[in-house]
């Protein structure tokens, strides 16, 4: 059974740094790896996409990054603002039909 | 606007009742979701649904129901059968038919049990 995991469960950093959120998956065989943004009380914004083909993913000051042979996805905030304190949730899935894997998240705090 | 609505935002239920959560879209996604998600947890699956007239069990099925009557719509009823109902519940869809199949969520609706 595929776990999803996201060390560290919170983060705090001050502003104008870059943020590094770490996912990591036991079963290598994704279709693909999706990372997610919610703040409190809200729904879940998709961030980035990345297919399995991929090794990275780039939106602006998002990166994300993939490495299936180690079971592990790195999203990357370049430049940090108080702005992007969120949840942030990586899923995984491993085809087209099926269902998601969600980690728990990183809980992280951008102070002014 | 193409997306997700969820209604009602906020629900309460009291012990014994039935009470139904609503999920649309107008995505014309295939496939759609329904997660429930505790405080400070990720979010577990309660069920899914690939096509209209399917859906299959998610990890916490039990004291949930489901249909899907129509592409648009996948309503979730949480029964009395659901002793601990207090969640935030999430509907999400995507599509099936090519490789970038993202996944959409609507904004979830609150239930607490009175």
């Known amino acids: 059974k595929q776990e999803v995991t996201q060390i560290p469960a919170a983060l705090s950093v001050p502003e104008g740094e870059n943020l590094v959120l770490n996912c990591s998956f036991t079963d290598s065989a994704i279709y693909n790896l999706q990372w997610f943004r919610q703040d409190p009380g809200k729904g879940l914004t998709s961030l980035l996409l990345?297919?399995?083909?991929?090794r990275e993913q780039t939106s602006g000051r998002l990166n994300a990054s993939l490495d299936k042979s180690s079971g592990r996805s790195t999203l990357y905030i370049a430049a940090s603002q108080p702005g992007d304190s969120a949840t942030y949730l990586c899923?995984?899935?491993?085809?087209?039909?099926?269902?998601?894997?969600f980690g728990a998240g990183t809980q992280v705090v951008v102070t002014p | 606007d193409g997306g997700i609505t969820q209604s009602p935002k906020y629900l309460f239920r009291k012990e014994g009742q039935n009470v139904t959560l609503s999920c649309e879209q107008n995505l014309n996604h295939d496939a759609m979701y329904w997660y429930r998600q505790d405080p400070g947890q990720g979010l577990r699956l309660i069920y899914y649904?690939?096509?209209?007239?399917?859906?299959q069990k998610g990890d916490i099925a039990e004291g949930y129901s489901v249909s899907r009557e129509k592409k648009e719509s996948f309503p979730l009823t949480v029964t009395s059968a659901q002793k601990n109902p207090t969640a935030f519940y999430l509907c999400?869809?995507?599509?099936?038919?090519?490789?970038?199949?993202?996944?959409?969520f609507g904004p979830g609706t609150r239930l607490t049990v009175l």
């Open positions: 899923a995984v899935r491993h085809d087209s039909w099926g269902k998601f894997q």
């Open positions: 649904s690939q096509i209209v007239n399917d859906f």
């Open positions: 999400a869809s995507t599509r099936t038919s090519n490789s970038y199949n993202e996944q959409f």
């Open positions: 990345i297919q399995s083909s991929q």
